[in-house]
């Protein structure tokens, strides 16, 4: 599976959108791209995954790149439950076991 | 939603015991389950995928005769830690997925073990 970069960490302030990107140069045509996020002492949760166009669910928005190089997670108005560990990582849905490989992922603190 | 359990949550063990730990699939049919492991500040490790009915594939470097996967039917799929020591002492979450490989991964809340 094509690896993802994600900054170590991030900061946000409760109540204001947040960003959090994903650089992923060698992502292949079959390669979906998933997010999923990570509270303390608990399983990842899904949150939005897309393949070239941009998408939007109840808990977020993920912008693509043209090119699929890289990607944003868009957290429209941050929580303070919204803090957690978020991973992103590309799928090949085309394969036979669609395994999920996660990367170090991105701590995103909220501050209050 | 989807909704994965894990059995127990905790479990506190001696060195050279074994530890089972179940992974539920509650309101759908998993035909693949995913283990991972997880030690402190690290990220999930892949574990093994097993599918309905038959063998486990185990990742590099996990060994399969100390990490037992059964996966007998499409709602539970179990991992034993055999002759655990304190260096498997770990975080073990598990996933399921429903029939197709594009299908959403759904995450179970973990297990944490530690061996004393």
């Known amino acids: 599976d094509a690896k993802t970069t994600q900054p170590n960490s991030m900061e946000s302030n409760e109540e204001e959108p947040v960003h959090l990107p994903c650089n992923h140069s060698t992502i292949s045509g079959t390669d979906y791209i998933h997010w999923y996020r990570q509270l303390p002492s608990q399983g990842p949760e899904y949150v939005i995954h897309?393949?070239?166009s941009n998408v939007n669910n109840r808990m977020a928005s993920l912008a693509i790149a043209e090119d699929r190089k890289s990607s944003t997670l868009i957290l429209h108005r941050a929580t303070l439950r919204d803090a957690a560990v978020y991973y992103c990582?590309?799928?090949?849905?085309?394969?036979?076991?669609?395994?999920?490989?996660f990367g170090k992922g991105t701590k995103l603190s909220v501050k209050p | 939603g989807a909704v994965v359990s894990q059995h127990p949550s905790w479990v506190i063990c001696k060195s050279g015991t074994s530890v089972k730990i179940e992974c539920r699939s509650l309101?759908?049919?998993?035909?693949?389950m995913f283990w991972y492991r997880q030690f402190p500040k690290q990220s999930l490790m892949l574990m093994a995928t097993s599918n309905e009915g038959s063998k486990a594939t185990y990742e590099q470097g996990v060994e399969k005769d100390k990490f037992l996967i059964n996966h007998a039917s499409l709602t539970l799929s179990t991992l034993t830690v055999t002759s655990a020591h304190p260096e498997d002492s770990s975080f073990y979450i598990c996933?399921?997925?429903?029939?197709?490989?594009?299908?959403?991964?759904?995450f179970g809340p973990g297990t944490r073990l530690l061996v004393l």
């Open positions: 897309g393949l070239t």
């Open positions: 996933s399921a997925r429903k029939l197709r490989t594009q299908e959403t991964q759904y």
């Open positions: 309101d759908f049919q998993a035909t693949t």
């Open positions: 990582i590309l799928r090949d849905d085309g394969g036979s076991q669609g395994n999920l490989i």
